[in-house]
């Protein structure tokens, strides 16, 4: 069993920046792929931005590529999404998920955090 713990979000204006963290425990936990994931209302879960375990390959949404920023540092088993050139569609529950390998699919990622709002203003 892995827990994660979202922490960081909350209210941005437009063009601002926030730096979510992912705190991972149990088990083996700095061993698995690393996801963050965003729901904004009424709309399905998508996929943000992913990091392998030992942070050699990452992956990202082309909404958020050049913007987001995903990083890890496993002593502490932390993965950190850094989002900058916020705008108002990046509003949304990010969520951090953990699987074995590197997927965009929420459906295939194994453990979940209970989810960080971003609100992003106009």
């Known amino acids: 069993q892995v827990q994660l713990v979202e922490s960081g979000g909350g209210l941005v204006q437009a063009g601002g920046s926030l730096r979510l963290s992912c705190a991972a425990s149990g088990r083996s936990a700095s061993s698995y792929a690393i996801g963050w994931f965003r729901q904004a209302p009424g709309k399905e879960r998508e996929f943000v931005a992913a990091?392998?375990?030992?942070?050699?390959?990452?992956d990202y949404a082309d909404s958020v590529k050049g913007r987001f920023t995903i990083s890890r540092d496993n002593p502490k088993n932390t993965v950190s999404l850094q989002m900058n050139s916020l705008k108002p569609e990046d509003t949304a529950v990010y969520y951090c998920a953990a699987d074995e390998g590197l997927g965009r699919i929420p459906s295939g990622m194994t453990f979940w955090g209970q989810g960080t709002q971003v609100t992003v203003s106009s």
């Open positions: 990091i392998s375990w030992r942070g050699g390959r990452t």
